[in-house]
């Protein structure tokens, strides 16, 4: 016998099919694009922003993370069910088109069909799984949400309309087979290729031939109808992030890694800086909430939400969106509310982890550059103070400039203006600089340069802060007028690289001093050292050690970051007994965005949380590379009280105390 079968089997392949069924098709696409042309006129209440550059890439990128599911799929569960649903779906697409190609075009214009023999048994059993898998996958999802109930997973009632729907059709589909093989297959060589519809022709074997034709005609044009239907329903439903979330894989930011947007102060005929309407967000800002699945991945990685704070990254975009769609006028800053923005460490920990490529962080800087820029107000005194000492001294810890140098006493480290026959210009950031806690960090990098017969330079009273913590609390004047400053210095200076110990430090001079015109090549210490160690210039003798190591977020997740550390504290003779949370999932250390110069009066204390992670290791140290992760751990382990079992290091510490004599 031939291996295939007719394709509009029962239903007939004449105008009384195809009229009725394309016309069909053209409803639910024209309903389709109306709903999608309504919400593409929201979105244009955004300013402009191109997202077209590198196409290719962006392109690339898009269709690795639609057809392999990458990015959902990194949390086992629910990712691996949602990936296996999406493809057992895609490949009955796949079919479902294949068929439509052969039966209304090449075999109906040329006689051609290629949906016989082997390719079709191997066409049939494919189908067939795919469409098993996406049942049980279904049903999974459905167990999750409704059964099992996760807490903060978000319900609506579209969401039982459109499982509802997705799942009536895979099984009417199978009804559909079952019926047409209990007539034509049951008990040949091909029905074993079919093995679900098999299944299904056997609990419909009892029926008469004449019901059989009856039902499987009905269940085809329902069947058909309620394709249609899911069709028309997409842009009117969450399930419009099929093609959003596909399309903001396309869109997504292609970096650098973390980068905000300067603004430009100097332009006289801007009203406003920051944001505070929708207006003054970009059409991206807003297309995210559509992009957003209510997966609540976000909101599950996020410190602030984690330790009590009123903060939610999932629940800031979506009320954006809303906004966008039902108050346009609204004012973002009373409607998200204050303690929610400032509430924000800039970790990044909800952008790693999002399946659609959403960008919650520049959101919540924008608003703040509001409140600070055009409001004149931060999230407390002390933060206030803190600025106030910048720009009096450079640093946010109201030390005068002129000491910025002392803590090299001793060491023979020469400023640049002194000397500028240099290997690399040490940036030692405002800790690093005054803290005496970070000052031993400044003082063991510099031995460690020494030892590798490295010549370094530093800036000294010269030095100021490099502005990231005022940028990321929403004080971009400050910021540009700190790195105007030092811009100019360090190229300046003539040096061809710049190194630092603070992430920090490294992230902005890396990134976002390009905007304002730094040249010279910028590395963090923790690489550098990694690279003195690899070319034999740097000698350390390894001494058993077991510690536990924390990703700061500003060289772990901004800057992908994770292996040179490790490879330097297993080169001390480390042992890392890893957290449960580490490397792009570690915890944050609750300092960033600003956040350093602000005291943590919500919830639970976020460095409390992570030095309670780090204690549960079982370790007595705690390894980082950041001076304001060291700063909060040495907080963090008096407040957990925890001071005699746990003792934060730096990297840079215990190699210096290893140097090969």
Not at 256 to 266: A, C, R, Y
Not at 629 to 649: I, Q
Request: proline share 3%.
């Amino acid at each position: 016998m031939e291996f295939t079968r007719e394709i509009y089997w029962n239903v007939g392949h004449g105008a009384a099919t195809l009229v009725p069924m394309y016309l069909l098709v053209i409803i639910a696409l024209a309903v389709l694009v109306y709903g999608f042309r309504q919400r593409m006129a929201v979105y244009r209440q955004g300013l402009p922003l191109d997202r077209t550059d590198q196409l290719g890439e962006r392109v690339v990128a898009m269709l690795k993370n639609v057809l392999l599911q990458t990015k959902v799929t990194r949390v086992l569960w629910p990712g691996l069910l949602h990936g296996l649903f999406f493809w057992g779906f895609f490949l009955l697409l796949i079919g479902t088109t294949l068929i439509v190609i052969q039966a209304d075009f090449t075999d109906l214009l040329f006689d051609i069909k290629f949906l016989t023999g082997t390719f079709y048994k191997i066409f049939s059993i494919v189908l067939d799984l795919a469409g098993l898998v996406a049942i049980v996958m279904l049903g999974g999802l459905l167990f999750r949400r409704y059964v099992l109930k996760p807490e903060g997973l978000i319900t609506k009632p579209d969401d039982a309309i459109m499982h509802g729907l997705m799942l009536t059709i895979l099984i009417t589909g199978f009804v559909i087979e079952g019926a047409r093989m209990a007539v034509t297959e049951m008990g040949t060589p091909l029905a074993p290729w079919s093995p679900v519809g098999m299944a299904f022709a056997g609990l419909l074997s009892g029926a008469g031939e004449e019901t059989l034709l009856t039902i499987h005609k009905l269940t085809w044009w329902f069947h058909l109808l309620l394709v249609m239907v899911f069709i028309g329903l997409i842009p009117f439903t969450k399930f419009r992030h099929i093609l959003t979330t596909s399309a903001n894989y396309l869109f997504a930011d292609r970096g650098p890694k973390g980068k905000l947007v300067s603004l430009d102060l100097e332009n006289e005929a801007s009203e406003t800086f920051g944001a505070t309407s929708l207006k003054e967000l970009t059409w991206k800002d807003i297309f995210d909430a559509d992009a957003c699945t209510l997966c609540k991945r976000c909101q599950d990685r996020c410190p602030a939400y984690a330790t009590g704070k009123p903060l939610s990254p999932m629940t800031v975009v979506n009320q954006i969106g809303e906004a966008a769609f039902t108050a346009p006028d609204s004012q973002l800053i009373e409607l998200i509310g204050r303690d929610v923005l400032w509430s924000c460490t800039t970790c990044r920990a909800c952008q790693e982890i999002c399946p659609a490529a959403i960008e919650h962080v520049g959101k919540i800087v924008e608003l703040r550059r509001s409140m600070v820029l055009m409001e004149g107000e931060f999230p407390g005194d002390e933060v206030m103070a803190a600025m106030e000492a910048t720009e009096v001294n450079g640093n946010p810890l109201g030390i005068g400039y002129a000491s910025r140098g002392d803590w090299a006493e001793g060491l023979g480290v020469k400023t640049v203006g002194e000397d500028g026959d240099v290997d690399i210009l040490y940036f030692v950031g405002c800790y690093a600089s005054f803290d005496k806690r970070n000052i031993a960090v400044a003082r063991s990098f510099i031995k460690l340069c020494q030892a590798a017969g490295v010549r370094v330079g530093i800036l000294g009273k010269e030095e100021k802060c490099c502005g990231e913590p005022m940028r990321k609390m929403g004080n971009e004047y400050l910021y540009q007028t700190l790195a105007t400053e030092m811009v100019e210095l360090i190229n300046g200076s003539g040096v061809k690289k710049v190194v630092t110990t603070c992430p920090h430090c490294y992230n902005t001079l890396a990134k976002d001093y390009r905007d304002m015109g730094l040249e010279v090549e910028v590395e963090t210490y923790t690489v550098f050292l990694q690279g003195l160690l690899n070319a034999g210039r740097l000698k350390i003798e390894a001494q058993g050690l077991t510690c536990t190591y924390h990703d700061s977020c500003y060289l772990g997740r901004h800057n992908d970051i994770y292996d040179p550390p490790r490879a330097l504290i297993q080169a001390a003779g480390g042992t890392i007994v890893e957290m449960t949370k580490n490397r792009a999932e570690a915890f944050c250390c609750s300092a960033g965005g600003g956040r350093i110069m602000a005291e943590e009066k919500l919830g639970e204390r976020i460095n409390i949380r992570r030095v309670q992670m780090a204690t549960a290791t079982g370790v007595g140290v705690l390894v980082s590379n950041c001076p304001f992760c060291l700063t909060m751990f040495e907080d963090g382990v008096k407040g957990a009280g925890v001071e005699e079992s746990l003792r934060p290091r730096d990297i840079a510490e215990i190699l210096a105390e290893r140097i090969a004599k």
